[in-house]
């Protein structure tokens, strides 16, 4: 069965760091990009950060770039999200998503994994 | 950046047909990616690129995609379709993906 499984959420405080981690299992993990999208309370989807199945071409939106860090070991089948400077707007469910081969589309998604900033 | 719209609501009776937009310039030459996203789930995709159905998706989702409006298109509505739908695109001008703010969807 095709699987990812977040983890590593919590609560923190602001201008505090916290790392999530994805493991993927039942696909070949290192043929797909990955995504993370997450998901404030109440309100819509929004496109976190994007790595290449190698690494090579990594991408962030505007809102995270410089404080957020993707990144992927395909010999462990996982997926990360280093996030520093943590602000109460980035209080939301985070998700890791598979990118549809081919496509932008992302097509496997994981449970998610919520990530509190709060003093 | 690139910007998509969505409805905030769509009503309808179970049995008939909804249509939920997505509007961006241009939007025609994209990809379009829709998603389901129930209560306390994560999101499905339904259909991906404009119009192409995953395994497992029925038949009643459908979609289309042409000028400045995506739609996707959900036949014979079930109380189970009772759900948030989000359109996605991929901005190669900013390198980004973009969701419209989603569309929540009622069943009468």
């Known amino acids: 069965e095709v699987q990812l499984v977040e983890s590593g959420g919590g609560l923190v405080q602001p201008g505090g760091s916290l790392r999530l981690s994805c493991a993927a299992s039942g696909f070949t993990f290192s043929s797909y990009s990955m995504n993370w999208v997450r998901q404030a309370p109440g309100k819509g989807l929004e496109w976190v950060s994007y790595i290449s199945s190698s690494s090579s071409t990594i991408y962030y939106g505007d809102s995270v770039k410089g404080r957020f860090t993707i990144s992927r070991d395909n010999a462990k089948n996982s997926l990360y999200l280093q996030m520093n400077s943590l602000r109460d707007e980035d209080t939301a469910f985070y998700y890791c998503a598979r990118t549809l081969s081919g496509s932008y589309g992302l097509d496997v998604w994981g449970r998610g994994t919520t990530v509190t900033v709060s003093s | 950046s690139y910007v998509l719209s969505q409805p905030p609501s769509v009503s309808v009776a179970p049995g008939k047909t909804a249509r939920i937009t997505c509007g961006g310039n241009?939007?025609?030459?994209?990809?379009v990616h829709w998603y389901q996203q129930k209560p306390g789930q994560a999101p499905v995709l339904v259909i991906y690129y404009d119009s192409d159905r995953p395994s497992g998706i029925p038949e009643r989702f459908s979609g289309s995609n042409s000028g400045n409006t995506a739609t996707l298109t959900i036949s014979r509505v079930e109380a189970g379709d009772e759900a948030d739908y989000y359109c996605?695109?991929?901005?190669?001008?900013?390198?980004?993906?973009?969701f419209g703010g989603g569309t929540k969807l009622t069943v009468l």
């Open positions: 996605q695109v991929w901005d190669s001008s900013s390198d980004h993906v973009v």
């Open positions: 241009n939007i025609g030459r994209k990809g």
